[in-house]
């Protein structure tokens, strides 16, 4: 072979390879906020709640005490515990999810999502209600 045509073939492949890497990449969701994140979620994921409110936590791969619990955002673990004083109730009976007999057993994504609506791991044992949603909880 010449020497152009194979310029004209590595040129032509180049080509083809980014314009099908930019085909293949994954799609991207707004959810009507005018940004948007490279991972899809649902309208009551974490992401989509912090996007309303101008935070983009789209580059997170879990939530975890490292990436929201810090003085940025949410504080550290007591100012985290002392936030959802309350959060959980049954009749009169009243709990914190952040501050409860299973505490050290558990990890934050047991509860929270990025991309979809979080559970409550306490529903696994227990009927209690929420007494604040942020809109980002499914149901039990």
Known sequence: MNRKFLIV???LFCF???????ACSPSTSSNGSGSASPVEY???SLIAYHESMG???SSFTEVSKENCGNSDCHGDWSTIKADTE???FVGN???NPHDN???TEIEC???HSLTEASTLYCWSCHTYELSRDNGTWGTR
């Open 9 to 11: 073939l590595t040129t």
């Open 16 to 22: 083809m390879a980014a314009l099908l890497s930019t």
């Open 42 to 44: 649902s309208d009551n």
């Open 55 to 57: 935070e983009d936590i």
């Open 86 to 88: 309350g959060a959980l």
């Open 93 to 95: 009976l009243v709990a």
């Open 101 to 103: 007999h299973q505490t």
């Open 109 to 111: 994504s047991d509860c």
